[in-house]
């Protein structure tokens, strides 16, 4: 089993920025990717961004250019930069790890932190 605990959401205004932590912890050898989803309210969770061991990212289009995602295999930790915040990323993220293989292989979440951002 993989543990995941977030932190650093919060109130911030239109083009503010926050950075998000989400440590992992328990089962941990063999997550392949850890990534942040959001999801707002009346909608669908949807990916904001993921990275791989090997460091490669993905985004999606609405953040590019403004989020950054970061690893710290060390510390088992997974950072999510946002810059230039809008109002429209106001929603509770979740932190996820996914393991590919193996007996306990499959999605793993965060219990969420809010984000709201005011314009």
């Known amino acids: 089993q993989v543990q995941l605990v977030e932190s650093g959401g919060g109130l911030v205004q239109a083009g503010g920025s926050l950075r998000l932590s989400c440590a992992a912890s328990g089962s941990i050898f063999s997550i392949n990717v850890m990534g942040w989803y959001r999801q707002a309210p009346g909608k669908q969770r949807e990916l904001v961004a993921v990275?791989?061991?090997?460091?490669?990212?993905n985004y999606a289009d609405s953040v590019k250019g403004r989020f950054t995602i970061s690893r710290d295999n060390d510390k088992n930790t997974v950072y999510l930069q946002m810059n230039s915040l809008k109002p429209e990323d106001t929603a509770v993220y979740f932190c996820n790890a996914r393991k590919l293989v193996g007996r306990d292989a499959g999605d793993y979440w965060g219990q969420g932190t809010q984000v709201t951002v005011s314009s």
């Open positions: 990275i791989t061991k090997g460091g490669i990212t």
